[in-house]
């Protein structure tokens, strides 16, 4: 597949690649060198990133529905505004990565991925603002509630304010 002028194709070297909003819709990119690459709004829809190099790239506002990440490297990726719904990050390593309004997958697609504290306390702060008064899940949050005040999300979380004592 050419695309932009690149050969894409499993462990493709597009290392840097300008890729800005190219349609890469089940594109097979199995451990394709993506460093530093810009995919600004990119389509890649059921797209195969297994394994990829993606450190640095820019994947702001891409569409990665049922894209395979598993075991991709995302190391200070850009993925604000990106949409993850059923994409399959297991294994994947996201410390450093940027998912401001992004959708984070709630399926078993993000069992063992590598999170740093800044992810780990955004996940924490938004499970802490879910109105839940079941007792199990007011002593989880209570337990959680001093690490995810410390997310960079907490205010809009609405997790500081005068009432963090009583959740609701």
């Not at 200070?76 to 984070?104: E, F, K, P, Q, V």
């Not at 007011?138 to 997310?151: G, H």
């Not at 907490?154 to 009432?163: F, H, I, K, S, V």
Request: overall charge negative; proline content about 2%; glycine content about 8%.
């Amino acid at each position: 597949m050419i695309v932009k002028g690149l050969q894409v194709e499993p462990f493709a070297d597009l290392h840097g690649a300008d890729l800005r909003g190219a349609d890469l819709r089940g594109a097979d990119l199995y451990g394709a060198d993506l460093y530093g690459a810009d995919l600004y709004g990119a389509d890649l829809r059921y797209a195969s990133l297994h394994g990829a190099d993606l450190r640095y790239a820019s994947l702001h506002g891409a569409d990665l529905r049922y894209a395979n990440l598993h075991g991709a490297d995302l190391h200070d990726a850009d993925l604000r505004d990106a949409d993850l719904r059923r994409a399959d990050l297991s294994n994947a390593d996201l410390r450093g990565a940027d998912l401001d309004s992004s959708s984070w997958p709630l399926w078993c697609g993000s069992v063992g991925a590598t999170v740093d504290a800044r992810i780990a306390r955004q996940l924490a702060a938004h499970f802490c603002a879910v109105k839940c008064n079941d007792p199990e899940y007011i002593t989880a949050r209570n337990a959680i509630l001093y690490f995810a005040k410390k997310s960079h999300r907490a205010a809009e979380c609405g997790l500081l304010t005068e009432q963090d004592d009583c959740p609701f």
